[in-house]
């Protein structure tokens, strides 16, 4: 019996398919644009990075190859030998090709090898021993902010990083609870933070400017509010820094010097160190240079009057579950005050 002819439905029509086709490609091609993009691996403003993407261009292009030659073949196949209507013949029944076979092995053998070969040739120049001039910072991950210190600079901050432009920079990453992973997207590939061990890594910075870091590595409530800044600048532009950084609190007036003496007698003294004064509190951020920051609050908030208010009137509602817990609420009086006080310790 002949099989009944159906008419082909709405969706075989050539407009119809063209439609689905370019929508799709709209979608996919959406991701290309470069609006805002300050994550994006793929600008890359570092020597660590330039491997990366090094190695990055080669295997995705590589990628590509294979999937269009694979991609191919299956739909030749598939429109070339598919079943014609009222012929109900079976195909020829083969079993095994060795040729076919070695080659099918092959193929694949050679294209991981190449992967490899370029693999190592990226990881031996990441891994290669700092020069020894590379400037020396040691970051301590906190749930959820970021400890910085330059140990030969005599310099302690938190959350922005300062570096000079092209100088090796040399990375001590630790923890001091969980997993953190320490990644700035334009200048570096990703790299742990272990509880109890010392992890390494360094790179050349190659253009100024004010790069996003993030935390890489769930590590509990507040992980995706565990951001930092790297701070590219002039070599002067970062000694000029560094000996700002180094000095104790400046002497406070005004409405800042009453938010001085609040400070010191309710508990943030227990949780902060401001150089110069009382409080050496160790479970938050130093914060002596607080006001010479571009963020606040691991990298969330911009360092204005209105959210250093915020941070002081609300931190759990601003970046729930992070450590800095208030014992009592502050008066609006109160937090005017300190917010003087944490705005002028420039
Ligand atoms: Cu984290």
């Given amino acids: 019996m002949q099989p009944t002819k159906r008419a082909p439905g709405w969706w075989h029509s050539r407009p119809v398919i063209l439609a689905v086709l370019g929508?799709?490609?709209?979608?996919?091609?959406?991701?290309?644009?470069?609006?805002?993009?300050?994550?994006?691996?793929?600008?890359?403003?570092?020597?660590?990075?330039?491997?990366?993407?090094?190695?990055?261009?080669?295997?995705?292009?590589?990628?590509?190859?294979?999937?269009?030659?694979?991609?191919?073949?299956?739909?030749?196949?598939?429109?070339?030998?598919?079943?014609?209507?009222?012929?109900?013949?079976?195909?020829?029944?083969?079993?095994?090709?060795?040729?076919?076979?070695?080659?099918?092995?092959?193929?694949?053998?050679?294209?991981?090898?190449?992967?490899?070969?370029?693999?190592?040739?990226?990881?031996?120049?990441?891994?290669?021993?700092?020069?020894?001039?590379?400037?020396?910072?040691?970051?301590?991950?906190?749930?959820?902010?970021?400890?910085?210190?330059?140990?030969?600079?005599?310099?302690?901050?938190?959350?922005?990083?300062?570096?000079?432009?092209?100088?090796?920079?040399?990375?001590?990453?630790?923890?001091?609870?969980?997993?953190?992973?320490?990644?700035?997207?334009?200048?570096?590939?990703?790299?742990?933070?272990?509880?109890?061990?010392?992890?390494?890594?360094?790179?050349?910075?190659?253009?100024e400017g004010l790069f996003a870091g993030h935390c890489a590595e769930y590590c509990g409530t507040a992980h995706a509010q565990m951001r930092f800044h790297v701070v590219v600048e002039s070599e002067i532009a970062f000694d000029n820094w560094v000996e700002k950084q180094r000095q104790p609190a400046e002497e406070m007036t005004g409405d800042a010097a009453l938010g001085a003496e609040l400070f010191v007698s309710r508990a943030c003294v227990t949780c902060h160190t401001i150089r110069g004064t009382d409080a050496i509190g160790t479970i938050g951020p130093d914060i002596t240079h607080v006001g010479s920051r571009v963020y606040i609050a691991g990298g969330i908030l911009e360092n204005s009057p209105e959210n250093v208010t915020l941070w002081l009137s609300d931190p759990q509602g601003v970046k729930p579950g992070n450590e800095m817990i208030l014992p009592l609420p502050l008066s609006s009086e109160d937090i005017r005050l300190l917010t003087e006080y944490v705005r002028a310790l420039k």
């Avoid at 994550?39 to 570092?46: A, D, K, N, V």
């Avoid at 029944?93 to 990226?122: D, F, K």
């Fill in 23 to 207: 929508a799709l490609a709209v979608a996919v091609l959406a991701g290309c644009g470069a609006v805002d993009t300050p994550q994006t691996t793929l600008f890359p403003r570092s020597d660590n990075n330039q491997v990366i993407n090094d190695l990055y261009a080669p295997l995705t292009w590589l990628a590509i190859v294979i999937f269009v030659l694979v991609q191919g073949l299956l739909l030749y196949s598939v429109f070339r030998f598919r079943a014609r209507r009222g012929d109900d013949s079976i195909p020829p029944q083969i079993h095994g090709n060795t040729r076919l076979e070695i080659a099918w092995t092959l193929a694949p053998s050679i294209v991981v090898v190449i992967m490899l070969l370029l693999t190592y040739q990226a990881m031996a120049k990441i891994e290669a021993d700092p020069p020894p001039d590379a400037l020396h910072v040691r970051v301590v991950g906190h749930q959820w902010w970021w400890e910085v210190h330059y140990p030969d600079l005599d310099v302690v901050t938190a959350n922005e990083i300062h570096i000079p432009i092209d100088r090796p920079v040399y990375f001590e990453l630790e923890s001091d609870d969980v997993i953190h992973s320490f990644w700035v997207p334009r200048l570096m590939g990703k790299r742990d933070l272990m509880p109890g061990s010392t992890n390494t890594i360094w790179f050349t910075p190659q253009e």
